[in-house]
């Protein structure tokens, strides 16, 4: 199983000067977190870092605890360029891949052998969990125009299983038709390819915001 991780992302939504996921959380940076976790899965073989050329240096000191190799890939501007190049950096014997988020940092080994374990049964998955929230669509003027039945709604997480070959054939066609996703899963379900959901619980959390580093602190101090 090859796992590409998203790292090319920037501090923006934090408020930082520096990519979030070099901040420290618990006393090691985030990033740190989340190679520990993916070396620690007995299903990953083969780990990829998708990042910026500042972050760089900094993202390879770091690569030791994942306990195994880890390959340096360049990102683009946006995270489905990044992906893409990530995928064409795979190795050639690569069938199927793992992409998940860096700042996911909570996420168990055992989260990720279920998800390898899933894919490799056939067809493409993603970590997920049940949404607990009403949910409310909300026009541009900030006026409720819907409520969603809460029983039928997950919300996205990562990792996200598929095959490389059909992973890439989204890909493409995202350029030709120039689709713009949040999410590798989403090209799957615009071109009709299903997309199976395993719940990884609630506390696989993004690390996006200040009070993120604050949850994640407190969970990772409870480990």
């Not at 090859?2 to 901040?23: C, V």
């Amino acid at each position: 199983m090859h796992l590409l991780i998203a790292a090319a992302g920037s501090g923006r939504r934090m408020g930082a000067d520096r990519n979030k996921l070099l901040l420290a959380v618990h006393g090691r940076p985030v990033l740190a977190w989340t190679l520990e976790a993916a070396g620690a899965a007995a299903s990953i073989d083969w780990i990829g870092v998708i990042g910026q050329p500042v972050d760089q240096p900094a993202m390879a000191a770091l690569f030791h605890h994942a306990g195994q190799p880890v390959t340096w890939i360049e990102g683009g501007s946006t995270r489905q360029e990044s992906v893409e190049r990530g995928l064409q950096a795979l190795p050639g014997d690569a069938r199927h891949v793992l992409i998940h988020d860096g700042a996911r940092c909570l996420l168990s080994p055992q989260v990720f052998n279920r998800c390898a374990e899933a894919l490799l049964k056939g067809g493409a998955v993603i970590a997920a969990t049940p949404v607990t929230d009403t949910i409310k669509r909300v026009d541009s003027q900030g006026v409720i125009t819907d409520t969603p039945n809460r029983s039928e709604l997950w919300a996205a997480q990562t990792p996200q299983g598929f095959s490389v070959s059909e992973l890439r054939e989204g890909h493409a066609q995202a350029r030709a038709r120039n689709w713009v996703v949040t999410d590798d899963a989403s090209l799957f379900e615009r071109l009709g390819w299903p997309v199976r959901v395993l719940d990884a619980g609630p506390g696989n959390i993004k690390v996006t915001t200040p009070f993120d580093l604050t949850v994640a602190a407190a969970v990772l101090a409870q480990r």
